[in-house]
Structure formats: C-alpha cells, structure tokens
C-alpha cells in the first residue's frame, strides 16, 4: 500500500525519492544538459565541429561524443575549452547540501 504522502506526488517525484534512481538520473541528465548547451553554443556561434575543434584544441571525436552523449568523463580542461571558445565560461558555485553519491557493489 502506497503511503499517504505519496499519492499527491507524481510518477517522476516518486521515482527520485530512490537514491538509486535519483543518481541515474542525475548522470544521465548532466550529460544531457552538456550536450544541449553545447549545440545551442555552437549554432549561436554558427561553429561547426570541425571548427570548435581546431579552435579549442579539443578533438573531432570528443566533441561528436559530447554530441552523441556518447562521453561519459569529460574532463574540467576539455569543457572549459569548449566553453571558452564558444565565449561562455564555467563558474562553479557551492550547493546548501552536497549530494551524496551511492557507493556501487564491486
């Protein structure tokens, strides 16, 4: 039986209440948003791959995965590459709560 608090909640809310999940999702979703944020620079600069590329120093291949969210460890020096030379710049900003991650089974 569903707890009371829980039926007002939607399927998605119910679904990151599960750590597990959550961090899923978390994953999946920064890859996601690097990947948006990376095209919409890209168009807004009219920039190809092949020209973000010869202009950050940063590989065809990498960029075509950031694209196909086929890059799973980005580094700092590869982001912030791409970034500046599409003209933005990373700023990292401290949370309230620092997520914590799930300790994986090996």
Known sequence: MKNKNNKNLTSFEQLMQDPKQREKFDKEYSKFIIKEFLLEA????????????????????IIQNIKSEKSTN?????????????????????????????????
């Open 42 to 61: 890209m168009n807004e600069n009219h920039m190809s791959v092949r020209k973000l590329a010869e202009e950050s120093g940063v590989s065809t291949s």
């Open 74 to 106: 980005i580094t700092f020096n590869t982001l912030n590459s791409l970034m500046s030379t599409l003209g933005y710049r990373i700023i990292i900003e401290k949370i309230e709560k620092p997520v914590k991650k799930v300790k994986e089974k090996r």
